[in-house]
Nanobody, 123 residues
């Protein structure tokens, strides 16, 4: 199963980026999809997740109110809109398909992982 994440790049603090993750329909039509990130020298951490129907969603405390996760099942795409970006948001961002229908922050609930896309926020 191949996931394709795109939309990463470099932006100044306070700016915005939108990440996209294309997921094969047969893989994720009934599954939650999550976003995780790994900053240099840190462990991978949960960012956000969306359930198979588009809601409910869940967020890490660090991104609540700034990031929005959504999905368009007709386009087989999951989005992560990131606003008010901060230097501490700099990381490689990964999308992943869960083994369950409802959103989860637990890494072990995710079976398929994309290659990641780099997000760099400068101060």
């Amino acid at each position: 199963v191949q996931l394709q994440a795109s939309g990463g790049g470099q932006v100044q603090a306070g700016g915005s980026l939108r990440l996209s993750c294309t997921v094969p329909r047969r893989t994720a039509s009934n599954n939650a999809v999550g976003w995780f990130r790994r900053a240099p020298g840190k462990e991978r951490e949960f960012v956000a997740a969306v359930s198979w129907r588009g809601s409910p969603t869940s967020y890490a405390d660090a991104v609540k109110g700034r990031f929005t996760v959504s999905r368009d099942n007709d386009k087989n795409t999951v989005y992560l809109q990131m606003n008010s970006l901060r230097p501490e948001d700099t990381a490689v961002y990964y999308c992943a398909v869960a083994i369950r229908s409802w959103s989860s922050a637990t890494t072990s609930d995710y079976k398929y992982w994309g290659p990641g896309t780099q997000v760099t926020v400068s101060s």
